[in-house]
């Protein structure tokens, strides 16, 4: 039987390396890391090959903005994970996979990226390719939890979720096109479910936060909204929905506080000039100001209702490294693409693709920390006496991108 190839691009990166990682360890495929610096891929190709053997672990130069080194990369892989901070070059990525017939995964957040993908949509579906989008911690996971709590209820009525991010900054190598990426998010619009529809949040939601309570590490946090394309069909999933949203909590006082508001304004009037110069601002902040705890976690609440009574669900996940807990759900994803479960012609959301529950099951497997509030009065359960039990409703069908 023909061992699968799978292409990461920006495989030597903190997320990459990670996936790359947990890939060797979760299954039997052949992994290529790829990137412009062939000699930094080798040199974790070999590291990881000390571990998992030199027959299963590779390095390719690949440059998001040479096509042609891209197909070349790409040519006799089953599927390229996008781990690279290149969203840029999302269009001509996806062009060089639709030519070599490689289907594709991305773990990049940008607007103009879904836009880049979206018009390639006709040609995905055509070709029989399966491209998966937003891959990672969020975008990626907030509406698998939400799936996963529309589960549980016969209606569910609300569906809130929160993250906090709290990272050692100054101890990270991270490249300057993906604090650009973070940047580029203040200037992106901000929708919030009001009165059954999807509206623009009014200016002034970045400075008047909501709160929620994140436990015993964290505590209570305040939350600004964030927009995310995996939230937007929730309501038509769950039309008992009344309220439904994603939030995220503060990186440190001056990033949020002065950065953010200044990085908002900037990218309104000076787009394309503002982005570095904020970009170096932000660096600086996160790096100067960030203070322990650390760690990165996700919280969902949610109600509804359970033969015609009132329920409360709470789901949190954690992990102590913010890029563990983004390769843990794209691996999660790719284990049900691998057997097939996941992979469909198209273009689809991970948030969506993916089965929820088995994913939380091998998430958990593979770090995640997970605690779940079962909609039981007065009772809590652990997570392996949730995944025991055989859900109270069906999962709700996957909806495309």
């Known amino acids: 039987m023909k061992t699968d190839t799978l292409l990461i691009l920006g495989g030597y990166g903190n997320t990459g390396q990670s996936i790359a990682r947990l890939l060797l360890k ?54 390229a994970v996008v781990a690279s901070s290149t969203p840029a070059y999302a269009g001509q990525v996806a062009r060089a996979a639709l030519d070599t017939g490689t289907d594709y995964l991305d773990v990049q957040v940008s607007t103009a990226k879904l836009g880049a993908l979206s018009a390639l949509e006709e040609d995905i579906r055509r070709a029989g390719r399966c491209f998966i989008t937003d891959g990672g911690f969020h975008p990626g996971l907030p509406a698998v939890l939400v799936r996963y709590a529309g589960s549980r209820f016969e209606h569910l009525t609300r569906a809130e979720v929160g993250s906090v991010i709290r990272v050692e900054w100054a ?14 998010l203040a200037g992106s619009q901000i929708l919030e479910f009001q009165k059954g529809t999807w509206r623009p949040a009014r200016w002034t939601a970045m400075w008047t936060p909501r709160t929620m309570d994140f436990g015993p590490v964290f505590g209570r946090q305040y939350c600004v909204p964030m ?37 908002w304004l900037a990218m309104r009037v000076w787009p394309r000039r503002a982005l570095r110069p ?61 057997d097939g479960t996941a992979r469909r012609p198209g273009l689809w959301l991970q948030a969506h693709v993916a089965e ?46």
């Open 26 to 79: 979760e299954t039997d495929c052949h992994v290529v890391l790829a990137g412009r610096d062939l000699a930094r891929a080798e040199a974790m190709a070999r590291a990881l090959a000390s571990k998992h053997g030199s027959e299963r672990v590779s390095a390719v130069r690949a440059d998001a903005a040479d096509p042609s080194s891209l197909r070349q990369a790409m040519e006799g892989c089953r599927l």
């Open 278 to 338: 904020m970009a170096r601002l932000m660096h600086w902040g996160l790096c100067r100001f960030s203070r322990p705890p650390y760690g990165t976690l996700l919280k969902l609440e949610a109600d509804g209702l359970v033969r015609g009574t009132a329920r409360h669900l709470e789901l949190t996940l954690s992990h102590a490294d913010a890029y563990e807990l983004t390769a843990i759900p794209v691996v999660a994803c790719l284990l049900q693409y691998l």
């Open 227 to 263: 927009f995310l394309e995996e939230m937007r069909s929730l309501p038509e999933l769950y039309p008992g929905l009344r309220r439904v949203g994603f939030y995220v909590g503060g990186l440190n006082w001056f990033v949020d506080w002065v950065v953010f508001p200044l990085a």
């Open 356 to 401: 929820p529950e088995r994913m939380l099951r091998d998430m958990e497997r593979m770090g995640v920390a997970i605690s779940l509030v079962e909609p039981v009065p007065g009772r809590e359960r652990t997570a392996e006496e949730h995944w025991a039990q055989t859900p109270a409703h069906s999962v709700t069908p996957s909806g495309p991108a």
């Open 171 to 184: 101890r990270l190598d991270i490249g300057a096109t993906a604090i650009e990426e973070l940047v580029g």
